[in-house]
């Protein structure tokens, strides 16, 4: 499950800081490069999964979900609008078809 720390650490990566310095700061792995890479794809497959379940969800109405569910769905799909991200999950899904 994505926690806060994840979401530091991914930002740091998309902001375009050297790897090593959000994962010393937020990943207990520390400056583990290869786990560092490693976890940056599960995150990106974490949010590409929650995007995919929420848009479902959406459909079926968000008022049945707990306000902070709520809160990361929309978190979720604010961060998908952004360009960047969504580009990445774009090439993602086209990756995995």
Same mark, same amino acid.
Do not use: K
């Given at each position: 499950? @994505?926690?806060?720390?994840? %979401? $530091?650490?991914?930002? !740091?990566?998309?902001?375009? =800081?050297?790897?090593?310095?959000? #994962?010393? *700061?937020?990943?207990?792995? !520390? &400056?583990?490069?290869?786990? /560092? !890479? /490693?976890? =940056?794809?599960?995150?990106? #497959?974490? @949010? #590409?999964?929650? =995007? +995919?379940?929420?848009?479902? +969800?959406? $459909? $079926? !109405?968000?008022?049945? &979900?707990?306000?902070?569910? +709520? /809160? &990361?769905?929309?978190?979720?799909?604010? @961060?998908? *609008?952004?360009?960047? %991200?969504?580009?990445? @999950? $774009?090439? *993602?899904? /086209? #990756?995995?078809?």
């Amino acid at each position: 499950m @994505l926690g806060q720390h994840h %979401v $530091a650490f991914y930002r !740091g990566y998309l902001e375009g =800081v050297e790897l090593a310095r959000p #994962a010393d *700061r937020y990943l207990e792995a !520390g &400056l583990d490069l290869r786990l /560092a !890479g /490693a976890t =940056v794809a599960w995150i990106e #497959a974490e @949010l #590409a999964r929650g =995007v +995919r379940r929420l848009s479902t +969800r959406q $459909a $079926a !109405g968000i008022q049945a &979900l707990s306000r902070s569910t +709520r /809160a &990361l769905a929309m978190s979720l799909c604010n @961060l998908a *609008r952004q360009p960047l %991200v969504g580009q990445m @999950l $774009a090439l *993602r899904e /086209a #990756a995995s078809e």
